[in-house]
């Protein structure tokens, strides 16, 4: 099923839509990521559901493109539209749109899981089970975190 030229300017401002909601997502994420290094647990939470908005409105225009065009492949779709040069330009901008919010995404993975892992020290130390890390005792020599400790200690 061939695009037709008529079509063409709809389907290049939806696929700008795209790329704009594309660009919302990652201002959500690079927020997200500011919120996760200041460690605000409000910030997180308003830069979380921020985030769930702007990827439920991309998601929602790519499923109305989809939708649109019989289920074909962006590719495909980009191969028929009559402005093959307008078509690719959007199509370059799209993807790495695209890439740079999978690489932020990454990032703020990783920041969650070093946060989470740094709590998880942290907590192991507060309940004295972590028994690979060393503490210092009162006189200056150092003890297993098993062994039986305080707080002060820690």
Do not use: F, W
């Amino acid at each position: 099923m061939a695009q037709s030229s008529i079509e063409t300017p709809a389907m290049l401002a939806a696929l700008e839509e795209e790329v704009a909601s594309l660009q919302a997502l990652e201002s959500a994420l690079i927020a997200e990521r500011d919120a996760l290094t200041g460690r605000d647990p409000a910030a997180i939470e308003a830069a979380v559901a921020d985030k769930a908005t702007r990827l439920e409105q991309h998601s929602r225009l790519q499923a109305e493109r989809v939708d649109r065009c019989g289920g074909r492949p962006l590719g495909e779709i980009i191969d028929a539209l009559a402005d093959a040069t307008a078509a690719a330009a959007l199509r370059d901008r799209l993807l790495a749109q695209g890439e740079r919010c999978e690489a932020i995404n990454r990032e703020n993975g990783q920041l969650i899981r070093r946060q989470q892992d740094r709590a998880e020290r942290a907590l192991g130390i507060l309940r004295a089970t972590d028994s690979g890390l060393r503490l210092y005792a009162g006189d200056g020599s150092t003890e297993r975190s098993g062994d039986r400790q305080t707080l002060g200690k820690a």
